[in-house]
């Protein structure tokens, strides 16, 4: 890992620049791909996949079930993500790249807020339970008409998951596969649910794979060492801190959308 870190590093001469721009282009055209196959020109294929998924739905409750865990129980999913995210943050040969896992771990969650900006400019996207030409089949337990009201395009969920993935990947190579390994499940799950297309994931991801390379920037990266630095100057103030943000990131702050979406109701 040594050897890694340095490769990594902002302030070494060896840092890949070319690499790390050359990511953020190929995200950025994946973005940008997602959202013409999904408003411009879809894909045939991209159906016939979503009705071959479709056809497990109901052959076993308890497969059915399984999924609808993976998806909703968020001890399950996004706990184990960020758990992740605290065992690279206390390893003794990453203690130097404490910065870079704050700054890219705030940028993969924040992807989930500039999903729902996209949701809410691009047209509305019916999700695949709801599209009339699909006609798929409800999993056990699931309403078709859940998520009605929301766009599907691109996925908040696969942008957080995938986010979080890339980033453990990032500092960690072998953890970070078993944490893509697991994001890749936890999508799937959205899929066979009937709550997004593959279009939709791919979309997300991208879209938390291109904020995390622009928050390697130095700006951002300068926010992130004040950050570190309160970290050892205050860690009273800031682990305190850092356990709530972390709740937020692990439940989507589900419970924040909530209340906000609430009081918005009663204000407007």
């Not at 999904?38 to 071959?52: A, C, N, Q, Y």
């Not at 807020?113 to 809410?120: D, E, G, K, T, W």
């Not at 570190?228 to 801190?241: C, D, E, M, N």
Request: proline share 5%; with cysteine.
């Amino acid at each position: 890992m040594t050897s890694l870190s340095s490769r990594y590093d902002s302030g070494s001469p060896s840092f890949p620049i070319i690499r790390e721009s050359l990511v953020a282009l190929v995200a950025l055209a994946l973005v940008v791909l997602t959202t013409i196959i999904t408003f411009v020109m879809p894909l045939g294929m991209e159906d016939r996949i979503m009705l071959s998924i479709n056809q497990m739905a109901r052959d076993s409750a308890l497969f059915d079930y399984l999924m609808h865990i993976l998806s909703y129980q968020k001890l399950i999913s996004g706990v184990l993500l960020v758990a992740g995210l605290w065992a690279l943050w206390f390893m003794p040969s990453l203690l130097a790249r404490r910065t870079e896992l704050l700054t890219c771990s705030v940028a993969a969650f924040g992807s989930a807020a500039l999903s729902r900006i996209m949701q809410q400019l691009t047209p509305e996207h019916p999700r695949p339970l709801q599209d009339q030409a699909l006609n798929m089949t409800p999993p056990t337990g699931v309403d078709a008409q859940t998520l009605h009201d929301f766009s599907s395009f691109p996925s908040d969920h696969g942008a957080v998951f995938i986010g979080l993935a890339y980033v453990i990947w990032r500092l960690h190579r072998r953890l970070g596969l078993v944490a893509i390994a697991f994001a890749a499940l936890l999508c799937f799950t959205r899929i066979y649910l009937g709550y997004h297309f593959i279009t939709d994931i791919v979309g997300g991801g991208a879209l938390a794979i291109l904020t995390v390379q622009i928050a390697l920037l130095a700006p951002f990266q300068r926010i992130g060492g004040w950050l570190t630095g309160f970290s050892q100057t205050a860690p009273h103030w800031f682990y305190p801190l850092t356990f709530v943000a972390c709740y937020g990131i692990a439940t989507l702050a589900e419970e924040l959308r909530e209340i906000v979406g609430g009081l918005l109701r009663f204000i407007l």
